[in-house]
């Protein structure tokens, strides 16, 4: 108790020391603004004060705020304090206008703010409050975290899945955003369950930062720390209300420790306490609606968004037996991954190899893009003028509500006769064997005379003759049993599924360990490759399982406690890999835990 008698000795006296030298001022981050955008107000006092009085911010509307920051200094031997105010205000109209002067009392003595003139020009309006403040950075704005306890920690830190619309076309491309908002010190966080988004082609949006982009934004006039933890694209695959479940994550708040004591020394001197809390989001419910049936046309198979279509042919004059490459591209915005194949008609002459599809998608915040190829390797095998027919490509396009079908341009393609025996080969149409064509020498149509010729006899009575004849039944009888076999072991789907277990694991693990220069991809892998694993060998449907029963199947089976722990620890490092940097331990290392775990439960199991 007499070190606390001290303590606030030595800090009335250095008030009063300081006491001639109290400056009371205000600051604006701006004098001229737009309007929608957001201005910051700071009263800042250089000593212990009291009774502030805000001004009453005239033409602005208060957003945010007050926004109470303490600071304590020492610097040789002399302590001092200060006290800042801190407000968001945005302008209510155009025009000049004045921050009056603020009050506090301080010593028992008055002080005032000079005012301050601020200039509003027309701005970008709408929610541009909002935008101005999304200012990226690689951690929260330490502004925005309330201080001291939390009594209400749901109302200071959730989880919101956004997505830019709630009613689209089967096959529409939809933006959905899992963001955090918080204005507590988080000390760790990690997921515990991500939707599955049943119902939706789905592709993340990858994020090569490996850090967190905090930005500010004001959400019911009150300022948060946001931060976005996952961005998809989802796409649609049948009509109907389609609900998309929560996402689960368990974060450690780090605030203020309560006083046992009430003493308010305690409050000032003491530490910090951690507070586990679960933050779930809302589900979000996404109505689809099904493609019209009116005005679709036969050559529609299913593209949703918005397209071109071009086709190109890398020479028009060539010889029969050259190589021609006949191209089409599709390109824009919409599901692009899930075109289905072009069937171009070629002519009968031609011979016709299956496509090379080559991809240049690109999926970021506006969704997905680019443009799809399909090259196509002809070998025209005599000549003659030819014509490759146009292709008709049909897209809906949601915005409109509307079916659009493009054409291509066809081409004209001269062949020349081809030289050497190369161009002695038999050109096949679809019409049967009647249009095969003698097109040298060298082909004929079989001969239907009656002569045959006798090619040897030492062969018939050999003992491989006998050999041969025997492997036919023998063959069949082992087929036969074989089958039964295989029918009986796949009757049992659970003892399949465990049984190829460890084959299903180690093509995720081969997966894995070629990201192993890509962090974020190294790590989902391997946890996907654990995750699917265990749900096989312990058959546990994938959307149930959790720790809790990942070590109650595993303990029921009787594997040792060790292993189950270090299971469970290399799961918890995957899932926290995928969000924060993780030190201490390579991805190497890590793959080759992982592998060897599976091994000793493959073992044991």
């Not at 700071?42 to 009291?50: E, H, K, L, R, V």
């Not at 694209?233 to 708040?253: A, K, Q």
């Not at 308010?264 to 019209?292: M, N, Q, R, W």
């Not at 996907?528 to 694993?533: A, F, H």
Request: a positive charge.
């Amino acid at each position: 108790m007499k070190i606390k008698l001290s303590i606030l000795t030595l800090l009335l006296c250095c008030s009063s020391l300081i006491f001639a030298q109290v400056k009371f001022t205000a600051s604006v981050n701006k004098t001229t603004i737009g309007t929608g955008e957001v201005l910051e107000v700071t009263f800042s006092i250089n000593a212990n004060g009291d009774r502030f009085a805000p001004p009453a911010f005239g033409g602005f509307q208060v957003v945010g705020g007050p926004n109470v920051s303490n600071s304590m200094s020492m610097i040789n031997g002399v302590t001092s304090s200060s006290i800042a105010y801190g407000y968001d205000l945005v302008p209510t109209r155009e025009g000049e206008f004045t921050i009056g002067p603020a009050t506090i009392i301080s010593g028992g003595r008055s002080y005032s703010t000079f005012p301050i003139k601020i200039k509003v020009v027309k701005g970008q309006g709408g929610q541009a409050n909002q935008q101005a403040q999304q200012q990226q950075s690689n951690g929260p704005d330490s502004r925005n975290i309330q201080k001291g306890r939390v009594s209400d920690i749901s109302k200071s830190l959730f989880l919101r899945a956004e997505v830019d619309k709630t009613t689209a076309y089967m096959g529409q491309q939809i933006m959905m955003n899992l963001r955090l908002y918080t204005r507590v010190n988080i000390a760790n966080g990690e997921p515990e369950k991500i939707p599955d988004l049943n119902g939706f082609y789905s592709q993340e949006i990858k994020n090569n930062n490996p850090n967190a982009q905090w930005r500010t934004e004001i959400l019911n006039g009150v300022r948060y720390n946001v931060t976005d933890i996952k961005q998809t694209v989802l796409f649609p695959e049948h009509e109907g209300d389609i609900t998309i479940e929560p996402s689960v994550m368990n974060f450690i708040v780090r605030q203020q420790a309560a006083s046992s004591s009430g003493d308010p020394f305690d409050a000032f001197f003491g530490g910090y306490e951690d507070v586990k809390y679960k933050v779930k989001s809302t589900p979000v419910v996404i109505h689809v609606k099904s493609l019209p049936l009116a005005g679709k046309p036969a050559e529609f198979t299913g593209a949703v968004g918005k397209f071109n279509i071009e086709a190109s042919l890398d020479k028009k004059d060539v010889k029969a037996n050259d190589a021609i490459n006949y191209t089409i591209k599709v390109s824009g915005a919409g599901n692009l991954k899930l075109l289905k194949p072009i069937s171009p008609t070629f002519p009968a002459d031609f011979e016709k190899y299956e496509p090379k599809i080559t991809d240049t998608i690109t999926i970021n915040a506006s969704g997905a893009s680019g443009s799809r190829k399909y090259t196509y390797l002809l070998i025209p095998r005599h000549q003659g003028d030819f014509t490759i027919d146009p292709v008709k490509f049909a897209y809906f396009n949601p915005a409109t509500g509307r079916y659009v079908t493009l054409t291509t341009q066809a081409f004209h393609i001269k062949v020349a006769k081809g030289s050497g025996d190369g161009s002695n080969v038999t050109a096949f149409s679809n019409a049967g064997k009647q249009d095969v064509k003698v097109l040298s020498n060298d082909i004929r149509y079989i001969k239907t005379g009656s002569e045959l010729n006798e090619v040897g006899s030492d062969f018939y009575g050999s003992g491989l003759y006998y050999f041969l004849l025997i492997l036919g039944p023998v063959g069949f009888v082992g087929a036969l049993v074989y089958g039964k076999w295989r029918d009986k072991n796949n009757a049992d789907v659970v003892g399949l599924k465990s049984r190829k277990a460890g084959k299903v694991a180690a093509k995720h693990l081969a997966s894995a360990k070629q990201q192993l220069n890509d962090k974020k991809a190294f790590y989902e892998n391997l946890f996907r490759g654990l995750y699917g694993y265990l749900s096989d060998k312990l058959n546990i449907p994938y959307a149930d399982l959790n720790r809790e029963k990942i070590a109650s199947e595993l303990k029921a089976r009787s594997l040792d406690e060790s292993l189950i722990n270090e299971m469970l620890d290399t799961l918890d490092l995957c899932e926290m890999a995928r969000y924060a940097p993780v030190s201490g331990i390579t991805e190497q290392q890590v793959f080759d835990k992982a592998q060897n775990m599976i091994n000793n439960i493959e073992n044991k199991i």
